[in-house]
């Protein structure tokens, strides 16, 4: 076998090196671009409730605790030590954007509505702009739902069947007591 002499073999690893030492002062805008390139992915993180413009305008003075309940949904924050007062906080935190943080605050007088306190609302539309913004791939328009009389008048009309043909409902299914009666 052909050995390589020692000397060339020292001279072969220094120029490597100093290939090397040199290609790596053009790196730093490619592994600047590789590091981005391969952070981990970090999903969006959304906390609390969306309470929205229509939410809060639909709300008056003098409702009771169980219609803003319904229209806002369980409050986030409830004391103990304020019982007349329930707290909606929101928060969305995403890769690349500035945290959102909103805070609703409702007070209560004798279990009705007193008042509101809000920060900056967006409304339902803008809300949801800003859910779609993050994505990368943005949604192909989507066809308009219109149907002339002319295209309907392709399909035949559904037949109507007699009642008898109906089917009938089956009789309910009466189950055991849970508990023996006395």
């Known amino acids: 076998m052909h050995e390589i002499p020692r000397l ?16 790596c002062s053009n790196l730093g805008s490619a592994t600047d671009r590789l590091a981005t390139a391969a952070t981990p992915y970090k999903m969006d993180v959304i906390q609390g409730n969306v309470v929205t413009k229509e939410q809060v305008a639909y709300l008056k003075p003098g409702m009771p605790r169980a219609t803003v309940r319904d229209v806002l949904g369980s409050a986030l924050l ?20 500035e945290a959102q943080s909103r805070k609703v605050t409702v007070f209560f007088v004798n279990d009705l509505l007193d008042r509101i306190e809000a920060d900056d609302l ?20 989507l066809p308009a739902l219109d149907a002339s009389e002319e295209s309907l008048s392709k399909f035949p009309a559904p037949a109507k069947r007699p009642a008898a043909e109906l089917p009938v409902p089956a009789a309910p299914v009466r189950y055991p007591p849970l508990e023996p009666s006395r």
């Open 8 to 23: 060339s073999l020292r001279l072969y690893c220094l120029a490597l090196v100093c290939i090397s030492v040199l290609g």
């Open 78 to 97: 409830t004391s103990v030590f304020h019982a007349d007062r329930w707290d909606y906080v929101f928060t969305l935190k995403r890769l690349g954007a």
């Open 122 to 141: 967006p409304s339902e539309s803008e809300f949801v702009t800003t859910l779609r913004s993050g994505l990368s791939v943005k949604p192909e328009k």
